[in-house]
């Protein structure tokens, strides 16, 4: 009997080990993320690929202390002209702390709605 008491005590207290803290302050709340986007600027046909943008895009908004969670490349949605060096409508999507919003869009982004 004793055995199986200290046995369960001793499983009891390995998984407290396991609990997880929801409150963390470091954490952030998902609801306090948000989407920016900016034209990529890349064309058709060119040699420079929107990674290589994105990247860069990316940097520049470190460089400013906006932590970027995610970064992707979207399309603006638009009909383009299939013609080498017209705009091919791609667009840097990035995920970001709500409070950094006003200084993205000072750098020529806009936020965008998630749908």
Not at 19 to 37: E, K, M
Request: aromatic share 2%; hydrophobic share 35%; net charge neutral.
């Amino acid at each position: 009997m004793n055995k199986l008491i200290l046995l369960g005590m001793i499983s009891v207290i390995g998984l407290l080990g396991c609990q997880t803290n929801l409150t963390d302050r470091n954490s952030t709340d998902r609801n306090d993320l948000v989407l920016i986007s900016k034209p990529l600027g890349s064309k058709q046909c060119s040699e420079i690929h929107a990674d290589l943008l994105l990247q860069k895009l990316q940097q520049g908004l470190e460089q400013q202390h906006i932590k970027v969670f995610s970064a992707e490349i979207g399309t603006d949605q638009r009909v383009h002209i299939a013609l080498c060096g017209a705009d091919d409508g791609k667009i840097a999507i990035f995920k970001v702390k709500q409070d950094s919003v006003i200084q993205a869009e000072k750098m020529g982004y806009t936020q965008k709605s998630e749908n």
